[in-house]
Nanobody
Framework: QVQLVESGGGLVQPGGSLRLSCTAS????????MGWHRRTPGNHRELVAF???????NYRDYAKGRFTISRGNAKNTVDLQMNNLTPEDTAVYYC?????????WGKGTLVTVSS
C-alpha cells in the first residue's frame, strides 16, 4: 500500500509563488514516476508535471517556465515550485505516484490564486 500526502497549498495573489510538497510512504517500487495533476474549478483534470527515477522530467505547456518539479531532500518526496501564478492556476493539486503496482494518489491540496 502506498500513501501520498501533499502540503503547501493556500491562497496567493496573482504573480505570487507557492511550493507544494508530496511525501510518499509504503511499498514503493524502485522504479517509479512521481508528479502532479490538478483539477480546476470547471472540474477538468490535467497533468502538471512529472519526473521519473530514470531522470525524465516533463511539463505541460502552461507550466513550462513557471513551475519546477524536483525531488525533495527526503526520500520519496517531490516538490512543485510554482511561480508567477495566475487565477487560471486555481485548482486542487494532486500528487501521484506510478509504479509496478499501479497509480496512487494523494487527497489533494487546494491552491487559490486571487487578489
Amino acid at each position: 500500500q502506498v500513501q501520498l500526502v501533499e502540503s503547501g497549498g493556500g491562497l496567493v495573489q496573482p504573480g505570487g509563488s507557492l511550493r507544494l510538497s508530496c511525501t510518499a510512504s509504503g511499498s514503493i517500487g524502485t522504479s517509479h514516476t512521481m508528479g502532479w495533476h490538478r483539477r480546476t474549478p470547471g472540474n477538468h483534470r490535467e497533468l502538471v508535471a512529472f519526473l521519473t527515477t530514470g531522470g525524465i522530467i516533463n511539463y505541460r505547456d502552461y507550466a513550462k517556465g513557471r513551475f519546477t518539479i524536483s525531488r525533495g531532500n527526503a526520500k520519496n518526496t517531490v516538490d512543485l515550485q510554482m511561480n508567477n501564478l495566475t487565477p487560471e492556476d486555481t485548482a486542487v493539486y494532486y500528487c501521484y505516484l506510478y509504479d509496478q503496482s499501479g497509480d496512487h494518489w494523494g487527497k489533494g491540496t487546494l491552491v487559490t490564486v486571487s487578489s
